[in-house]
């Protein structure tokens, strides 16, 4: 990472430039293509100030920090700038995220819905049912004893299977394949 420094005012010792580098490699970790990263220092009265700006393919920060120490200017500086570039990256994952998800829900939306535009039914459950060998009166024996609304069996006497259904008006019916 190439970092360009400004210092107005100020003398910049290898010390400086090591703090600041270390403390910056901290930033690049959030973003792949960094453009151009500079540190502007000054003096003003009596306070250090630095300037970073960061530039990027698809983003720019800026942090500014003053103090009485120009290293601890530094450091506020590159905490504020790590501090925005956290939160941009998060932006950018959100962004890119919730993207995907309206492209998928539209997606789903279209599979869903029939040819006359309605929403199509879809099944939500599967489950087994064991097939017993029982014969008809057995079958509505079981039916009535259990709060089940329909019960699935091999009927002893056809060898076919049958479906046995409570009704809303509270009789049974019976559903036998065609011989």
Same mark, same amino acid.
């Given at each position: 990472?190439?970092?360009? /420094?400004?210092?107005?005012? @100020? ?7 090591? %703090? ?6 901290? @930033?690049?970790? /959030?973003?792949? &293509?960094? %453009? $151009?990263?500079?540190?502007? +220092?000054?003096? *003003? ?6 300037? %970073? +700006? ?11 920090? !003053?103090?009485? $120490?120009?290293? #601890?200017?530094?450091?506020?500086? %590159? ?20 993207? !995907?998800?309206?492209? =998928? *829900?539209?997606?789903? =939306? !279209?599979? $869903? ?11 939500? &459950? #599967?489950? !087994?049912?064991?097939?017993k060998p029982m014969s008809v009166d057995e079958?509505?024996?079981? +039916? ?7 019960? @699935?069996?091999?009927?002893? @006497?056809? *060898?076919q299977v049958n479906v046995l259904y409570r ?6 019916? +019976? ?5």
């Amino acid at each position: 990472m190439k970092v360009d /420094y400004i210092a107005r005012k @100020v003398t910049l010792t290898n010390k400086v430039r090591g %703090i600041a580098e270390k403390k910056l490699a901290k @930033v690049e970790k /959030y973003f792949n &293509e960094i %453009i $151009d990263l500079r540190l502007e +220092l000054s003096q *003003e009265r009596h306070l250090f100030v630095a300037d %970073i +700006l960061l530039k990027g393919k698809d983003f720019s920060l800026k942090s500014t920090s !003053s103090n009485k $120490d120009l290293t #601890t200017a530094i450091q506020d500086a %590159i905490d504020k700038l790590e501090m925005q570039a956290r939160r941009a990256k998060t932006r950018l994952k959100d962004h890119k995220r919730h993207g !995907s998800d309206v492209r =998928e *829900e539209t997606v789903a =939306e !279209s599979e $869903d819905l029939g040819e006359d535009g309605t929403e199509a039914p879809r099944i939500v &459950e #599967t489950s !087994s049912i064991p097939v017993k060998p029982m014969s008809v009166d057995e079958a509505v024996m079981q +039916l009535e004893e259990s709060e089940e609304h329909f019960l @699935v069996f091999h009927n002893a @006497v056809t *060898e076919q299977v049958n479906v046995l259904y409570r009704r809303a008006d509270n009789n049974l019916g +019976l559903i036998a394949p065609e011989a």
